[in-house]
Protein backbone atom coordinates (compact mmCIF):
# COMPACT_ATOMS: atom_id res chain seq x y z
CA UNK A 1 0.00 0.00 0.00
CA UNK A 2 0.61 3.71 -1.00
CA UNK A 3 0.20 4.89 2.21
CA UNK A 4 -1.94 7.66 3.17
CA UNK A 5 -1.13 9.95 -0.23
CA UNK A 6 -2.00 14.35 0.00
CA UNK A 7 -1.67 16.51 -1.94
CA UNK A 8 0.04 18.91 -2.80
CA UNK A 9 3.02 18.67 -0.67
CA UNK A 10 3.46 22.39 -0.84
CA UNK A 11 1.03 25.80 -1.69
CA UNK A 12 1.72 29.09 -1.77
CA UNK A 13 -1.39 31.41 -2.56
CA UNK A 14 -1.98 35.00 -2.11
CA UNK A 15 -4.79 35.68 1.24
CA UNK A 16 -7.81 35.48 0.07
CA UNK A 17 -7.97 32.83 -2.51
CA UNK A 18 -9.37 29.26 -1.73
CA UNK A 19 -7.43 26.71 -0.65
CA UNK A 20 -7.82 23.03 -1.29
CA UNK A 21 -6.32 20.21 0.13
CA UNK A 22 -6.39 16.63 -0.68
CA UNK A 23 -5.94 12.88 1.03
CA UNK A 24 -6.36 9.19 0.07
CA UNK A 25 -6.50 7.24 3.17
CA UNK A 26 -4.99 3.95 2.90
CA UNK A 27 -7.39 1.30 1.50
CA UNK A 28 -9.92 -0.31 4.37
CA UNK A 29 -9.06 2.27 6.83
CA UNK A 30 -12.25 3.50 8.21
CA UNK A 31 -11.41 6.48 10.15
CA UNK A 32 -10.12 10.11 8.65
CA UNK A 33 -8.67 12.78 10.46
CA UNK A 34 -7.76 16.38 9.84
CA UNK A 35 -4.65 18.00 11.75
CA UNK A 36 -3.32 21.07 11.45
CA UNK A 37 0.67 21.61 13.05
CA UNK A 38 1.95 24.92 14.33
CA UNK A 39 5.24 25.93 16.61
CA UNK A 40 2.64 28.16 18.75
CA UNK A 41 -0.16 25.66 19.20
CA UNK A 42 1.27 21.51 18.04
CA UNK A 43 -0.68 19.18 16.83
CA UNK A 44 -4.26 19.77 16.73
CA UNK A 45 -7.33 17.98 15.41
CA UNK A 46 -9.84 19.93 12.92
CA UNK A 47 -12.19 17.12 12.13
CA UNK A 48 -12.45 13.48 11.87
CA UNK A 49 -14.28 10.62 9.86
CA UNK A 50 -15.66 7.67 10.59
CA UNK A 51 -17.58 5.54 7.53
CA UNK A 52 -16.93 8.86 5.62
CA UNK A 53 -19.09 10.45 8.24
CA UNK A 54 -18.16 13.75 9.88
CA UNK A 55 -17.95 12.84 13.85
CA UNK A 56 -16.58 15.79 15.16
CA UNK A 57 -15.32 19.30 13.84
CA UNK A 58 -15.17 21.08 17.16
CA UNK A 59 -11.67 21.90 16.15
CA UNK A 60 -12.58 23.23 13.14
CA UNK A 61 -11.20 26.58 13.47
CA UNK A 62 -13.41 28.98 11.40
CA UNK A 63 -16.45 29.21 8.63
CA UNK A 64 -14.01 29.94 6.38
CA UNK A 65 -13.01 26.21 6.76
CA UNK A 66 -14.73 22.83 5.52
CA UNK A 67 -14.25 19.38 4.73
CA UNK A 68 -15.88 16.87 3.26
CA UNK A 69 -15.23 12.80 2.49
CA UNK A 70 -17.70 11.79 -0.77
CA UNK A 71 -16.67 7.82 -0.36
CA UNK A 72 -13.98 6.16 1.56
CA UNK A 73 -10.91 7.07 -0.67
CA UNK A 74 -11.18 10.82 -0.92
CA UNK A 75 -11.66 13.78 1.83
CA UNK A 76 -10.78 17.64 1.41
CA UNK A 77 -9.73 20.08 3.44
CA UNK A 78 -10.79 23.70 2.01
CA UNK A 79 -9.89 27.12 3.07
CA UNK A 80 -12.04 29.84 2.08
CA UNK A 81 -11.17 32.55 2.06
CA UNK A 82 -7.31 31.79 2.88
CA UNK A 83 -5.84 33.98 5.56
CA UNK A 84 -1.93 34.39 6.86
CA UNK A 85 -2.93 32.63 10.15
CA UNK A 86 -3.80 29.57 8.40
CA UNK A 87 -0.02 28.77 7.08
CA UNK A 88 0.75 25.61 8.49
CA UNK A 89 1.48 21.92 7.74
CA UNK A 90 -1.76 20.05 7.49
CA UNK A 91 -1.54 16.44 8.07
CA UNK A 92 -4.13 13.62 6.93
CA UNK A 93 -4.43 10.14 8.78
CA UNK A 94 -5.84 7.45 8.80
CA UNK A 95 -6.83 4.51 10.98
CA UNK A 96 -8.52 1.44 10.73
CA UNK A 97 -11.19 0.57 13.29
CA UNK A 98 -10.50 -1.04 16.25
CA UNK A 99 -7.84 -3.03 15.06
CA UNK A 100 -5.40 -1.41 17.22
CA UNK A 101 -2.86 0.11 14.63
CA UNK A 102 -3.37 3.62 15.52
CA UNK A 103 -3.07 6.34 12.85
CA UNK A 104 -1.08 6.37 9.72
CA UNK A 105 -0.34 9.58 8.99
CA UNK A 106 0.75 11.33 5.24
CA UNK A 107 3.46 13.11 4.46
CA UNK A 108 1.06 16.43 4.62
CA UNK A 109 0.47 19.79 2.72
CA UNK A 110 2.62 22.73 3.51
CA UNK A 111 0.42 26.01 2.82
CA UNK A 112 1.59 29.44 3.03
CA UNK A 113 -0.76 32.52 2.48
CA UNK A 114 1.11 35.32 2.22
CA UNK B 1 -12.54 17.35 26.28
CA UNK B 2 -8.89 15.72 26.99
CA UNK B 3 -5.99 17.59 27.78
CA UNK B 4 -2.21 16.43 27.53
CA UNK B 5 0.56 17.76 28.94
CA UNK B 6 3.78 16.60 28.42
CA UNK B 7 7.63 17.16 29.83
CA UNK B 8 10.56 18.66 29.63
CA UNK B 9 9.82 20.51 26.10
CA UNK B 10 13.37 19.87 25.27
CA UNK B 11 15.79 17.02 26.47
CA UNK B 12 19.39 16.75 25.44
CA UNK B 13 20.95 13.87 26.49
CA UNK B 14 24.29 11.66 25.77
CA UNK B 15 24.56 8.92 23.42
CA UNK B 16 24.18 5.87 25.23
CA UNK B 17 21.95 7.36 28.17
CA UNK B 18 18.61 7.16 29.02
CA UNK B 19 15.72 9.54 28.05
CA UNK B 20 12.41 9.98 30.16
CA UNK B 21 9.57 11.88 28.81
CA UNK B 22 6.88 12.02 30.78
CA UNK B 23 2.97 12.89 30.23
CA UNK B 24 -0.20 13.26 32.07
CA UNK B 25 -4.16 13.30 30.60
CA UNK B 26 -7.70 14.41 32.23
CA UNK B 27 -10.30 12.31 30.54
CA UNK B 28 -10.37 9.31 32.68
CA UNK B 29 -12.47 7.54 29.89
CA UNK B 30 -9.20 7.71 27.94
CA UNK B 31 -7.59 4.04 26.98
CA UNK B 32 -5.48 4.26 24.35
CA UNK B 33 -1.95 5.78 24.98
CA UNK B 34 0.14 5.82 21.44
CA UNK B 35 3.47 7.69 21.51
CA UNK B 36 4.67 9.58 18.03
CA UNK B 37 8.16 10.10 16.67
CA UNK B 38 8.47 13.24 14.31
CA UNK B 39 12.10 13.72 12.44
CA UNK B 40 12.10 16.97 11.21
CA UNK B 41 10.46 17.95 8.47
CA UNK B 42 8.93 14.38 8.57
CA UNK B 43 5.39 12.87 9.29
CA UNK B 44 5.00 12.24 12.81
CA UNK B 45 5.23 8.14 12.85
CA UNK B 46 3.32 5.59 15.71
CA UNK B 47 6.65 4.21 17.71
CA UNK B 48 4.80 2.45 20.68
CA UNK B 49 1.20 2.69 21.84
CA UNK B 50 -0.40 0.72 25.38
CA UNK B 51 -3.55 0.43 26.47
CA UNK B 52 -5.22 0.91 29.89
CA UNK B 53 -5.51 -2.57 30.66
CA UNK B 54 -1.61 -2.71 30.96
CA UNK B 55 0.91 -1.47 33.01
CA UNK B 56 4.08 -1.63 30.82
CA UNK B 57 4.90 -2.34 27.55
CA UNK B 58 8.69 -2.65 26.11
CA UNK B 59 9.88 -3.07 22.09
CA UNK B 60 13.54 -3.23 22.34
CA UNK B 61 14.74 -0.10 23.75
CA UNK B 62 11.87 1.50 23.70
CA UNK B 63 9.34 0.90 26.89
CA UNK B 64 6.08 2.93 27.76
CA UNK B 65 4.45 2.76 31.24
CA UNK B 66 1.36 4.00 32.49
CA UNK B 67 -0.22 4.49 35.79
CA UNK B 68 -3.97 5.21 35.40
CA UNK B 69 -5.21 6.23 38.90
CA UNK B 70 -2.41 9.00 38.46
CA UNK B 71 -3.07 9.46 34.69
CA UNK B 72 0.19 9.10 33.97
CA UNK B 73 1.76 8.17 31.23
CA UNK B 74 5.99 7.64 30.17
CA UNK B 75 8.49 6.71 27.71
CA UNK B 76 11.75 5.51 27.88
CA UNK B 77 14.27 4.84 25.44
CA UNK B 78 17.86 3.36 26.68
CA UNK B 79 20.77 3.55 24.69
CA UNK B 80 20.42 6.02 23.13
CA UNK B 81 21.31 6.68 19.92
CA UNK B 82 21.99 9.93 17.30
CA UNK B 83 19.12 8.73 14.98
CA UNK B 84 16.88 9.32 18.14
CA UNK B 85 17.31 12.81 17.82
CA UNK B 86 13.65 13.79 16.84
CA UNK B 87 10.36 15.41 18.37
CA UNK B 88 8.09 13.10 20.42
CA UNK B 89 4.61 13.38 21.19
CA UNK B 90 2.53 11.75 23.67
CA UNK B 91 -1.57 11.35 22.64
CA UNK B 92 -4.37 10.60 24.33
CA UNK B 93 -7.43 8.61 22.71
CA UNK B 94 -10.64 6.64 24.33
CA UNK B 95 -10.04 4.04 21.61
CA UNK B 96 -7.33 3.39 18.84
CA UNK B 97 -9.34 4.70 16.30
CA UNK B 98 -11.36 7.79 18.13
CA UNK B 99 -9.87 11.40 17.98
CA UNK B 100 -6.35 11.24 19.36
CA UNK B 101 -5.69 14.54 21.19
CA UNK B 102 -1.53 15.14 21.25
CA UNK B 103 0.58 16.20 24.08
CA UNK B 104 2.78 20.05 23.00
CA UNK B 105 5.74 17.37 22.38
CA UNK B 106 9.10 16.82 23.42
CA UNK B 107 12.32 17.56 21.39
CA UNK B 108 14.88 15.18 22.20
CA UNK B 109 18.74 15.60 20.80
CA UNK B 110 21.13 13.08 21.37
CA UNK B 111 25.08 13.87 21.22
CA UNK B 112 27.11 11.67 19.92
Known sequence: ?114 | GENVEQHPSTLSVQEGDSAVIKCTYSDSASNYFPWYKQELGKRPQLIIDIRSNVGEKKDQRIAVTLNKTAKHFSLHITETQPEDSAVYFCAASETSYDKVIFGPGTSLSVIP
Open chain 1, 1 to 114: DAGVIQSPRHEVTEMGQEVTLRCKPISGHNSLFWYRQTMMRGLELLIYFNNNVPIDDSGMPEDRFSAKMPNASFSTLKIQPSEPRDSAVYFCASSLGDRGQGYTFGSGTRLTVV
